[in-house]
């Protein structure tokens, strides 16, 4: 593990399935991670869609007929009637639909966007290779592995450099939520 942002929910009554089934634009943290850790040996933080951006989490930032999963507030977020793909971060979802709720996926993104793309121009710059179909995606490096891991109870998170589990063993002092 390279890197560590943690956050805290404002809502902690909630699964992330039911976050992520709704669908509904929602910023779900509040202050900004409690911890923030970078290993000296991570690489491509400066245009990391998560790492180089601050700000709080957001969930289902669509904008007209794109959107992208997960978000920081800190970064570019598109207005809702806003046909650009300018919002970058994980799970990025071009030409999903319209609001009369319509879900058809043409081109999904799992690997994000890096900050510097050419924010909806000719070309879009893409982790990895995991892109879809679209001719204006090209593949770029993969700057490493992203995962969620969620507690009620956790006061932070082992610092990069540490190997991780399915299920990780955390100091509890405070409650989050």
Known sequence: MDAVKVFRFKESARSLLSRFEDYEREVVSQGGPLQESISTLAQNMEDDPVFSVGGDLA???????NGVRIVLTGGYLSPSNSNDENTHGLGDHVSIGNDSGAREISNIQDCAYPVCSNKGGPVLSMQGTDHGVDSRVISGPVYGNYAIYVSEDA???????NMLELEMEVETKLNFF
């Open 59 to 65: 969930f289902n930032w669509r904008s007209f007929n």
């Open 155 to 161: 006061t932070s998170f082992p610092e990069p450099g």
